[in-house]
């Protein structure tokens, strides 16, 4: 029958909904399952009508399926026969007891509905693997999360820079006494005369700067409202330079027979004053100018007027000049005049004051051409002095065979002068301009200082020195005329900028004493 069925295409749910007998039932017939049935009386009407319905001869069909299945066929009035089945009994076929009833929902028998699977069979391996990983996956980012949260929300405690009790109450001069005479030499510093005892970790924190209760303010426009116009710029009271007049790289105004004394020679009137190897910068009539160091700074800025002068510093590498009227201005090169710097009513940018780069663009000047240059060429020909090359001679301080020997300083040092019997005569530090003469004795005395660089000395009528490279400290030097004028050259104002002004300056004013 299964086959005749699966022949005709049919499935049981077609053959239930053309029979109108249940799918189970006709699935119990298939199978020659007799207990499918609740009533045992109906299976021989199913099983024939089965039978017609496939065309096959409906009582070989019964019979085969009584053959197959053990059923037989039961009168009315036999227990066989009856649908009221004592619990716990199991109908009996052909003296065969029945199995058990069952429960067709839990054990249904059709083919076309899948069995029931267990719980554990729903469970893959693989499945639970995974369900770890992520449960682990998941407790790692939570955990870092948390420690993240813990760390954001720490708080940082640092100790406050403050002065312990137990510090403020000492004394910060305790220990600075003062050494031997003879441990003096040892704690000296290169030009200073200041001693410098060991500073402990007590006495750093004691000094060291303590928070403002009030904050310092400084108004926005503070650099520009401190500015005094009288002081600088333009205008400054100082006033313009006159005719005649020079200015210093300090900023100083001077005669220029002043800074001149002393050279010797006179020169033509068709030079200009300059030193060797030096830029000049010479006014015929008012011209504003502005020359700028390499680093950008302004060394000089005004308005230069007929007669003025400014000579490039010495030190100064690549400075530029910028000129409002080109052909006001003219150089001073080695004695030699150059120029002018541009056409007249012309303005010159960044004109680089090289010695060599001027000497090879400019002509020397004629002043032929031009009636202001040759006054003013005139003027200072005749108080200046111009030198060519080799040292650069200076204003005598003393008189040609002046007795004694007088010591000038520079720049600020610590000195000491000991006599023969090593007391000490002289201890101080001298500043810039400061000069101290020695007193006439039998044996010489002896210098020691802390910035060699910046001592020199005045010996009949010249100049000698410095006592030694700077920053360096020099020893047991004997202050007589003959070690001195064997020992040093004479000073060459070219080397030591600051040593022409101020021997120019004690020239004009006389020595400024320290004794």
């Not at 001077?254 to 030096?278: I, M």
């Not at 030198?387 to 008189?399: D, E, H, I, N």
Request: proline residues 8%; hydrophobic residues 40%.
């Amino acid at each position: 029958m299964r086959g005749e069925r699966a022949t005709m295409g049919k499935s049981l749910l077609d053959v239930q909904r053309e029979l109108r007998i249940k799918a189970s039932y006709i699935a119990a017939i298939e199978n020659c399952d007799p207990s499918a049935f609740d009533t045992p009386g109906f299976i021989a009407g199913y099983v024939r009508s089965y039978a017609r319905y496939l065309g096959m001869d409906p009582d070989e069909c019964f019979n085969h399926f009584c053959a197959e299945s053990g059923f037989s066929v039961a009168h009315g009035m036999s227990d066989k026969a009856s649908t009221i089945r004592k619990p716990g009994v199991a109908p009996v076929v052909d003296d065969q007891p029945r199995p058990k009833a069952r429960d067709p929902f839990q054990e249904p028998r059709m083919a076309f509905v899948p069995a029931g699977d267990s719980f554990f069979s729903r469970i893959e391996p693989g499945a639970i693997g995974s369900m770890l990983v992520l449960v682990a996956l998941i407790g790692g980012i939570g955990y870092g999360g948390w420690s993240v949260l813990r760390e954001v929300q720490r708080v940082q405690l640092a100790p406050v820079d403050q002065t312990p009790v137990v510090l403020s109450e000492l004394d910060p001069l305790a220990g600075a006494t003062e050494p031997a005479d003879d441990e003096t030499d040892e704690v000296q510093t290169a030009g200073a005369g200041v001693f410098s005892p060991p500073r402990s970790e007590a006495m750093d924190r004691l000094y060291r700067p303590q928070a403002l209760d009030v904050p310092v303010l400084v108004a926005r426009d503070a650099p520009i409202s401190s500015l005094d116009p009288s002081t600088v710029g333009a205008f400054a009271s100082r006033g313009m330079p006159n005719r005649g007049q020079t200015v210093a790289p300090d900023g100083s105004e001077r005669q220029v027979a002043s800074l001149t004394q002393g050279f010797g020679t006179d020169a033509a009137p068709q030079t200009l004053p300059s030193l060797a190897g030096q830029v000049t910068l010479v006014a015929v009539r008012p011209a504003w100018v502005r020359v700028r160091g390499s680093n950008g700074g302004v060394l000089y800025e005004r308005v230069m007027n007929a007669g003025d002068t400014w000579q490039v510093p010495a030190g100064e590498t690549d400075p530029s000049l910028n000129v409002g009227e080109s052909g006001a201005v003219y150089f001073a090169v080695n004695g030699q005049t150059y120029g002018p710097v541009g056409a007249t009513g012309t303005v010159t940018r960044d004109l680089g004051l090289d010695p060599v780069v001027l000497t090879a663009a400019y002509q020397p000047a004629d002043p032929g051409r031009d009636e202001d240059l040759q006054s003013i060429v005139a003027d200072l020909g005749s108080s200046v002095a111009s030198v060519g090359s080799g040292a650069t001679a200076l204003p005598k301080v003393l008189a040609d065979n002046a007795p004694g020997v007088m010591m000038i300083a520079v720049r600020p040092a610590w000195v000491r002068v000991r006599a023969a019997d090593g007391s000490v005569i002289y201890e101080a530090t001298m500043n810039a301009g400061d000069t101290y003469k020695l007193p006439a004795t039998d044996n010489p005395a002896t210098l020691r200082v802390g910035e060699s660089g910046a001592i020199y000395f005045a010996v009949n009528g010249q100049t000698y020195g410095p006592a030694g490279p700077n920053g360096q400290v020099t020893s047991n030097l004997a202050l007589s005329v003959d070690n001195l004028t064997q020992s040093f050259a004479v000073a060459d104002a070219s080397d030591d900028r600051d040593l022409g002004r101020v021997v120019a300056e004690l020239a004009d004013l006389g020595p400024r004493r320290t004794d």
